[in-house]
């Protein structure tokens, strides 16, 4: 069955080349990510900049950023159901594009993200060949539990890293527009999913400026 023979792709840098093996082949680079993507579903993903560092500190770095990665994800086909964009980090959840079998433009969405992002801030910071971005992580999300769980997780992200008391106050995050669009039923919901079981690698530290 095809989604169960899964493809591996290797990742050397934001800029990820895929290749997909039949049956399932495993290698493994130092410091890359595999991208297992070959099958369509919900995917929970968190990309952070080189050395999270925080290229993406203040109201208009972050406006960009958070502007460019619902525009990609719409250009895309991605329908994000909760994202959280931080001075060096972000997350989101999404259904991969609906029209198509596999999640592969992953990685053309989030290069294309990171390329222009980078070109963008190395302008305004006069560095034209700094390295902006370091990789991104997804995981496939195939239970209920968990998806409900990441997605009160990406929702609540600004309040686990200290930047404000409610998910809503923070601009750059889908609390507020989940708040406005769900019912009050699923807001109880999906607030109430507890997240402290969850495995999530999440220490960048983003800057208190936003
Ligand atoms: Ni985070």
């Known amino acids: 069955?095809?989604?169960?023979?899964?493809?591996?792709?290797?990742?050397?840098?934001?800029?990820?080349?895929?290749?997909?093996?039949?049956?399932?082949?495993?290698?493994?680079?130092?410091?890359?990510?595999?991208?297992?993507?070959?099958?369509?579903?919900?995917?929970?993903?968190?990309?952070?900049?080189?050395?999270?560092?925080?290229?993406?500190?203040?109201?208009?770095?972050?406006?960009?950023?958070?502007?460019?990665?619902?525009?990609?994800?719409?250009?895309?086909?991605?329908?994000?159901?909760?994202?959280?964009?931080?001075?060096?980090?972000?997350?989101?959840?999404?259904?991969?594009?609906?029209?198509l079998d596999t999640a592969e433009n992953l990685s053309r969405m989030l290069g294309l993200l990171h390329e222009n992002m980078a070109k963008w801030a190395n302008k305004l910071d006069s560095a034209p060949a700094r390295k902006v971005w370091h990789n991104y992580r997804e995981t496939r999300l195939t239970y209920e539990r968990s998806y409900l769980a990441r997605l009160n997780y990406v929702h609540q992200n600004p309040v686990k890293h200290g930047l404000v008391a409610v998910a809503n106050q923070y601009p750059w995050c889908s609390a507020r527009w989940f708040e406005r669009t769900a019912t009050p039923a699923q807001i109880k919901t999906i607030y109430h999913f507890k997240t402290d079981q969850l495995m999530v690698p999440d220490d960048f530290e983003p800057s208190p400026v936003w």
């Not at 792709?9 to 991208?35: G, N, Y």
């Not at 952070?48 to 990665?69: D, M, N, P």
């Open 1 to 99: 069955m095809y989604a169960k023979a899964c493809c591996v792709a290797l990742a050397t840098d934001v800029l990820i080349r895929q290749f997909c093996f039949m049956p399932v082949a495993k290698i493994s680079w130092p410091h890359a990510p595999e991208h297992r993507l070959c099958v369509r579903g919900t995917y929970f993903v968190t990309a952070s900049t080189y050395l999270r560092k925080q290229h993406f500190a203040g109201l208009a770095r972050l406006a960009v950023l958070h502007r460019g990665l619902l525009k990609v994800a719409t250009d895309f086909g991605w329908r994000l159901e909760a994202w959280a964009v931080f001075s060096n980090h972000y997350h989101f959840v999404g259904h991969s594009p609906a029209g």
